[in-house]
């Protein structure tokens, strides 16, 4: 799982750097504020599918047409929410212009953001995180990144054109495995549905995937909306650099979440509560060692690490470089107890933390941007982060406190619902959450 992050994070580091060298500040900016706005709507419109393919106990028959169906109502709505920004009739900030190419291009993204955290999903079914799942990462970033290459070599600087780019090459492979694996003949399908029944999931499947959902967009907003609020309000050329700022803190909370990705396949062996806190007690000092022996130096070195990956025009991003990047230490712990809680069915735990925190972010963002400095933005994340984390490293330890009631005899057991059995779960129940940061 590490080495698949670092390959995740070497692609993205040198498409990040590659768009900044050849598009400039101002045209980066209007790069990230198309993704920005298109992966968040894809995010809305996520459902917790990618959650459900993971935790759902039925088989894969019936799929297909339910996924793709998915994808083709993210593209609608994404079609019309960017020609309807393009036209004029809804209000946006700052100076990105909205051509017919770049809502073509943050119409397709939207669509691919959503195919690939579900391609994501059904590799965790599958129980391919060894192979499948890094496919269905590594290709995408490294089919982008020729593309960058022959755009950057070609003297391409039209961000639409790139946008579009980004989206085909984000999209065509993982929708290309939704068909190899889920073909009839490979899922065992005897018998055809109804043509409408056909793109309609099961009840059971939908109940759990809105179970998940509230989670995901909870994570989502703690995670993601302070770029979206400075890319909705603040000049192309901010954006670009707080887009750098994002791409070393995110750089840092990769290689710091793999921990968070593969713990409660720990937890699903153990009986006793007692044993399943020391493991999350043991998690959490592993990830804090980690986050912070990476995050500390990334910080010191950023002013030369911003000169050499992105150029001397990004120097401004330095200040909240650091910050971001220091933040990634509690948003790693936080990423991996959303990971616990989920992994014993505690969504509701969950959601109880992000509502709140998510609330509290909204207000500090506002009053962040209102002053105008990015630094200050960076400040509010980064004491969200914290909160969230504290607040649910609070709820694991009270989740397992009362899960051991006592029988009649006075052995203790375990009151917890285990997740599914190592041959029915995988190791990540939160799939979307990483590609779309990989995309920021």
């Known amino acids: 799982m590490l080495a698949g992050n670092a390959g995740t994070l070497i692609l993205g580091t040198a498409t990040g750097a590659l768009a900044a060298r050849a598009l400039g500040p101002t045209g980066r900016g209007e790069l990230l504020t198309l993704q920005t706005w298109a992966g968040m709507l894809a995010m809305v419109l996520s459902l917790g599918v990618s959650q459900a393919l993971v935790t759902d106990d039925g088989d894969d028959d019936g799929l297909l047409g339910p996924l793709l169906a998915h994808a083709g109502a993210v593209a609608a ?7 309807a920004t393009a036209a004029g009739a809804v209000v946006r900030r700052g100076d990105v212009h909205w051509d017919a190419v770049a809502v073509i291009g943050a119409t397709c993204f939207a669509a691919a953001t959503v195919v690939g955290s579900n391609a994501a999903g059904l590799a965790q079914r599958r129980g391919r995180m060894g192979g499948e799942f890094q496919l269905v990462r590594l290709v995408p970033a490294a089919a982008t990144l020729g593309a960058f290459v022959l755009f950057a070599a070609s003297g391409v600087r039209d961000p639409g054109h790139w946008m579009v780019a980004l989206a085909l090459t984000a999209l065509l492979p993982p929708l290309g495995y939704h068909l190899i694996v889920l073909r009839p003949e490979r899922t065992g399908a005897t018998e055809r549905r109804p043509r409408v029944g056909a793109l309609l999931p099961r009840r059971a499947f939908v109940r759990c995937a809105l179970g998940a959902y509230g989670t995901v967009v909870g994570a989502q907003l703690i995670y993601k909306l302070d770029m979206l609020l400075v890319a909705t309000f603040r000049p192309a050329h901010e ?10 803190a995110t750089a840092c909370a990769t290689i710091c979440q793999a921990t968070g990705m593969v713990v409660f396949s720990r937890l699903r062996s153990m009986v006793d509560p007692r044993a399943r806190a020391r493991t999350v007690r043991r998690a959490v000092l592993a990830t804090l060692a980690i986050a912070g ?43 991996l107890l959303i990971h616990v809680l989920l992994g014993f069915r505690s969504a509701r735990t969950v959601l109880a933390v992000q509502v709140p925190v998510a609330l509290a972010t909204v207000l500090g963002l506002v009053v962040a941007l209102h002053h105008g400095e990015l630094p200050g933005v960076a400040a509010v994340s980064g004491a969200t982060y914290t909160a969230s984390a504290a607040a649910l490293y609070v709820a694991c330890t009270r989740l397992f406190a009362r899960s051991t009631p006592a029988d009649p005899a006075g052995h203790a057991h375990a009151a917890i619902p285990m997740p599914r059995t190592a041959t029915e779960s995988t190791a990540e129940s939160t799939a979307d959450l990483s590609p779309l940061q990989e995309r920021r």
């Open 77 to 83: 709505a994404g079609g019309a929410l960017f020609a």
């Open 239 to 248: 954006v670009a650099f707080y887009g750098v700022a994002l791409a070393f």
């Open 293 to 335: 022996t990476v995050a500390a130096p990334v910080a010191l070195l950023a002013p030369l690490g911003i000169r050499v990956v992105y150029g001397a025009d990004f120097a401004p991003a330095v200040t909240t470089t650091r910050i971001l990047v220091l933040a990634a230490i509690p948003q790693s712990v936080d990423y």
